[in-house]
């Protein structure tokens, strides 16, 4: 069964919340060792956006090299523990402007392929209720403006076919989801930070529709950076096996919590 092929090193990650269709492990997403075999058909995952957010396990100011360094090395180690026909749904900022400007998506984009994943297409998330304007630069000059989109990016990558031929074979989006998903202009609302009680948590609607386009009924799908567990929640909405790994035990605690309020799991 699916949720037996994830092994892991004992000492390396422990597990915080398991029942037969989701794991939630604590550990450390650069850690190579963390698991030793290929389980994931999916990856959904928004890691940290080097924006200064106060995650409690990790800092989240790095230097832009360092911050490439860390985004090589969780994305190769993603690449490592997915199976031959796995996807990759990679959610970024498309740059940044904040501390010098940058094309993060590109950059990441581009890593990704160094790393062996392979380049699908793009998806715009036009993130309906997030206000971005509050920087013009030269205020009504060409001297020096600043240009933003309010928008992320969903990168999707694939591991060595894009081909799926293997799995359940059982897709289970309806005809309306699949015209409107298939437009790569996808717009709904991101996530309240106090509802959920994450700094950055992204809205279940964002690996449902992954989930559904992407793979099929019993597939295993992983977030490397499972936060408040979304990832594990939309896997239970949607006949999927689910695996978090997460660094932070607050988030870890945090994760459980929803998991129970979510989905009816006793835990
Ligand atoms: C952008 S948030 C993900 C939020 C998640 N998508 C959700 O809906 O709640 C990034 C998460 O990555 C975690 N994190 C940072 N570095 C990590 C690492 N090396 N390994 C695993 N998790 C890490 C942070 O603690 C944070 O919870």
Not at 167 to 193: A, C, H, P, Q, R
Not at 197 to 220: M, N, Q, W
Not at 228 to 254: H, M, P, Q, R, W
């Amino acid at each position: 069964m699916n949720n037996e092929k994830h092994t892991e090193k004992d000492n390396l990650s422990s597990v915080v919340y398991k029942n037969d269709k989701l794991t939630l492990y604590k550990g450390d997403a650069c850690e190579s060792a963390t698991f030793h075999n290929e389980f994931a058909d999916l990856i959904i995952t928004s890691p940290p956006y080097n924006v200064d957010i106060n995650y409690n396990s990790h800092k989240d100011d790095l230097s832009y090299i360092e911050y490439l360094e860390f985004t090589k090395s969780w994305i190769s180690n993603c690449f490592k523990w997915s199976k031959n026909q796995a996807r990759f749904c990679l959610n970024i900022p498309l740059d940044k402007n904040k501390g010098g400007q940058k094309s993060v998506g590109a950059d990441i984009t581009k890593i990704a392929q160094d790393v062996g994943w392979k380049y699908h297409s793009t998806i715009i998330w036009n993130e309906g209720n997030i206000s971005r304007r509050t920087a013009w630069g030269s205020w009504m000059s060409a001297s020096a403006p600043y240009v933003i989109a309010p928008v992320e990016l969903i990168v999707v990558l694939f591991k060595e076919e894009w081909k799926k031929t293997n799995g359940s074979k059982v897709s289970d989006i309806k005809k309306e989801e699949f015209i409107e998903w298939t437009n790569g202009l996808w717009t709904f609302n991101g996530e309240s930070k106090k509802r959920i009680g994450h700094p950055a948590p992204f809205p279940i609607e964002l690996p449902y529709r992954c989930i559904k386009l992407f793979s099929y009924v019993d597939d295993t799908v992983f977030d490397p950076f499972a936060g408040s567990g979304t990832i594990l929640i939309a896997a239970n909405n949607t006949n999927s096996y689910g695996i978090g790994l997460e660094i932070d035990e607050a988030y870890c605690d945090l994760a459980k919590q929803r998991i129970m309020n979510e989905t009816n799991m006793l835990i």
